[in-house]
């Protein structure tokens, strides 16, 4: 596993978008995983920048987002899909046919969870999967449990997942308690990972990610020791060492 330590998001923003553009350049058809959050915000960001000065071109990218809530439709302003339009897909010249968010509204959201892992998989899943980490360590929607999905699927929000999340809605009842996700196996498929962590409220996750010498799947970040090509990039806030 690969560490880099910044000293400021700005700085942890600018390196995320140099292995993305990096990536783009080496295989201008990558298949990007994306995530959402607030953590990537500083990424898509200076991605806008670079594909306006130029430097990075999206025409041949496709692109797989992690995960999106049950129940909301791709123009609420919550929703994944929006997220991805307004920070990035908007702004550069990916094909918007070849951008795919799981659809939160599907009639039949098993259904939807399957269509999708089949889709992420006939396109040979991500050649490089952007993660961020959720407080009580999950990934995409993958939450601490006994047992982790190894598809796409349904995934149940924790109570700290919806409290924790609850600052981009009204109340927390708002908050929409299932999401579809990607599982561990669909994201572990991805041929390289790169993880993102700000801010104080993930020094624990991290902590856990680089200390122990053991995985968990009640802190599922923990199992990116058992993938091999995985950077790690924290601002001062989240480092814990
Ligand atoms: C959300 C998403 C994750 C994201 C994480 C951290 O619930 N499902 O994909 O990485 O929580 O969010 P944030 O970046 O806002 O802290």
């Not at 560490?3 to 390196?15: G, R």
């Amino acid at each position: 596993m690969k560490v880099i330590h910044c000293k400021s998001y700005e700085e942890m923003s600018d390196a995320a978008a140099k292995i993305m553009e990096e990536q783009i350049a080496k295989k201008p058809d990558s298949v990007l995983g994306l995530a959402t959050g607030s953590t990537p915000v500083g990424l898509y960001a200076a991605l806008r920048r670079d594909y306006a000065a130029g430097k990075v071109d999206f025409s041949k990218v496709t692109t797989v987002n992690l995960d999106e809530y049950c129940g909301l439709a791709g123009d609420h302003p919550q929703s994944y899909r929006f997220f991805m339009q307004d920070n990035l897909f908007d702004h550069v010249n990916v094909r918007p046919d070849h951008t795919f968010v799981p659809v939160g509204t599907a009639k039949d959201l098993d259904a939807e969870a399957k269509r999708y892992e089949k889709l992420v998989a006939s396109l040979g899943y991500a050649d490089l999967q952007l993660l961020g980490v959720g407080p009580n360590g999950h990934i995409g929607f993958n939450e601490p449990a006994e047992e982790l999905f190894l598809e796409t699927h349904v995934a149940p929000l924790t109570e700290t997942t919806i409290r924790a999340n609850a600052r981009f809605f009204n109340s927390e009842d708002e908050v929409p308690k299932r999401a579809l996700s990607m599982g561990m196996g669909t994201i572990f498929a991805a041929r390289r990972i790169m993880l993102l962590a700000n801010g104080a409220a993930k020094r624990e996750a991290i902590k856990a990610l680089l200390t122990k010498d053991t995985v968990d799947t009640k802190c599922p970040v923990t199992l990116l020791h058992l993938h091999q090509d995985v950077t790690v990039i924290c601002d001062d806030e989240a480092w814990p060492l």
